[in-house]
C-alpha cells in the first residue's frame, strides 16, 4: 500500500537498469578502496595515542545496539483487493518486523507471511495525515478519476492505525484494537527504526566509515554536496520494482566485493603500519603548502558565511543534547533510588531480583526513554531551518543520535552501577548497610555519568557541526581552491601509498579551519577547555604536522555517538 501500485519491468528495462548499475558499481568501488585505506591510516594514527587519554568514566555496556522484542495481535491491510486481515506480529531484537497468520505460527516456528526491516520507514499514526502523505506524494495525472476504484482506506476507517511509509519500499498499513496498544507499538516501532538506520555511523570499523565516505565523495563528484537522511536518493515517487531491482543490483555488487574487502584490509595494514611515520610527516607538508594556498577565500567563505550561524547552531544543538541527557540523569537517578528504597525495606529475594532486573532493562524500555528522546526531538523544527541554507537535510538524522546517545549513556551508567554495587554489596551487610552501600555507589556512578556527559556533549555537537558545515564549505571553494590541487599531486602520487590522495588532505585542511572555530565557539558556550573535538565520524586525523599531537587525542568519540543490539529479551 502507498501510492500509486508499481509495473513489472520489461526486459529491456531490466537489462538498461543492469547497466546503470554495473555503471555505479565501477564508479563508486575505486572511491570505496581509496577511503579502506585513509580508515586504516586513521586507525593506526588512533593507536598511537596512549589509551589513559579516552578520557571515558563509565563502564561500556556490551549489551548494544538491540531493541526490546515486542509482539502481539494486530491487523493488516493486505490482498487484492486489499482487506484488513487479522495477523500476528513480531518485533525482533534487530529491528525487522515479522508477521505471522496466527500466534500459534510464530509460537510453533513458523514462516512468516512476509517480513521488513525497517531502515527508512516513519511511523504515522493518523489516518488523515496519511492520507495527505499519499495525495503529496502521488497527485493524480488528468484523467485518473474516472475509473478510479474506491480506497479501502477511506471505505473503512480505523481508530488507532499504524502506518510505515518508505519513500521507496511498500508502505505497511496495520492497525491496533485500543489507543495503548497503539502506543506501544508506535514506541517498539520507532525504536526499531531508529536502530536500523544508524548502523553504519555507529560502526567504530574501518570499513564502515570508509563506506560512509565513499558515498560522500561519490555524491560530491556528481555534484551533490551536504548531508542528508537517504543515500539512493529522495524521489518518493520512484517506483518500488525500480528501488528493487536497484537495490538488488548494487547490493549483489557489494557482496561479490567482500571477500577482496577484506584481503584489503589486511593488506592495507601490513603495508601502512611500518609507514605510518612517513605518511603523517607527507601529511603535514602538504597540509601547511595546501592551507597557504587556499587561506584567502577560506577564511573569506568562513567568515560571511559560517561565522554568522555558528553561535545559534552552537547553542541549539548543545540545548538539544543537554535537555535529553538531563532526562537520562533524571531517570537514572530514580533508578538508583528506587532501588536503595526497595532494599531498607527488606524485600524477599525474589522480589529484589526483579527491582534490579527492571534497573538493567532501563535502556531498552522505550516508553522510559521516550522522555529523553522526545526531548531529543522539540528542537526538530528549529535545526531544520537553521541549517537548511548550509544544504544540510539530515536533522532526522541528527535525532536519531542525539537519541542513540542516550540510550548508550543510560546503558554505560546502569552498567557501571550495577558493576559497582556488585563488587560492594557481600551477604555480611543488613539491609540498611547494603542500601547505605549503595548510595555511595550512587554519588560515584553520577559523578562519573556527569563527567562523560560533558565529554560527549561536546563531540557530539563538534560533530555534526563538521556534517553541516564541511559539505557546505567545499561546495562553496569548488570553483576557485580545487582547481588548484593537481599542482600539488605529484609530491602524494610519489609515495605510491593509496592511503594519501591530495583530495583528502584538501578537504582536511578545510575541516581544520572549521574545527577550529567550532572548538572557539564551544569554550565560549562552556567555558575554556584544553580539549579539542575531532570525532572520528567526521574528521580525519589533522593533516597539519604541528597541531597532530593536541587534534589526535580528541578521536576518540563518535559523530555522531550511536548506541543500540541485536539481542532479543
Known sequence: MGGRPSSPLDKRQQQHLRGQVDALMKNFLPQYRVQLAASVLRQISRELVPQELAGCQLLHSKKLPRVREHRGPLIQLQGHPPQWQPIFCVLRGDGRLEWFSHREEYENG??????????????????????????????????????????????????????????????????????????????????????RGTVLQRSQAPAAHAFLDAIRLYRQHKGHFGHDDTTLGSDAELLDAVHAAVLAGASAGLRAFQPEKDELLTALDKTIRPEVDHLLSLRGRMSAKLLAQVQGPLESCLRRKVDVQLPRLTQTLLNTVEAALGAVQTLLVQGMDRLSRHLRGNPSSTRLRKEVYSFGEMPWDPELMQTCYREAERSRGHLGQLVAPFGFSGVRSLVFGAQDLSQQLMADAVATFLQLADQCLTTA????????????????????????????????????????????????????????????EGEVLAVGSPALTIEGIYEDVIRGALLQRIDRELNKALGASDVSCAPDGCSEVPWNQAEADEETEAQRGTCPKQSGTCTEV
Open 110 to 195: 513458523g514462516r512468516p507471511l512476509g517480513s521488513a526491516a525497517l531502515t527508512g520507514y516513519t511511523v504515522l499514526t493518523s489516518q488523515r495525515e496519511y492520507l495527505h502523505l499519499l495525495d503529496t506524494l502521488c497527485p493524480d495525472s488528468p484523467g485518473d478519476h474516472t475509473q478510479e476504484e474506491p480506497d479501502p482506506l477511506l471505505e473503512m476507517p480505523v481508530n488507532f492505525p499504524l502506518f510505515l511509509q518508505h519513500p521507496f519500499r511498500r508502505h505497511l498499513c496495520f492497525s491496533a484494537a485500543t489507543g495503548e496498544t497503539q502506543r506501544a507499538w508506535r514506541l517498539a516501532l520507532q525504536g526499531g527504526i531508529r536502530l
Open 429 to 488: 551487610l543488613d539491609c540498611i548497610q547494603a542500601a547505605q552501600q549503595l548510595e555511595k555507589v550512587r554519588g560515584r556512578v553520577l559523578k562519573k555519568f556527569q563527567s562523560d556527559s560533558s565529554s560527549v556533549q561536546r563531540r557530539f555537537v563538534c560533530g555534526w557541526q563538521i556534517c553541516i558545515f564541511l559539505p557546505f564549505v567545499l561546495s562553496q571553494l569548488e570553483p576557485s581552491c580545487k582547481a588548484e590541487l593537481p599542482e600539488f
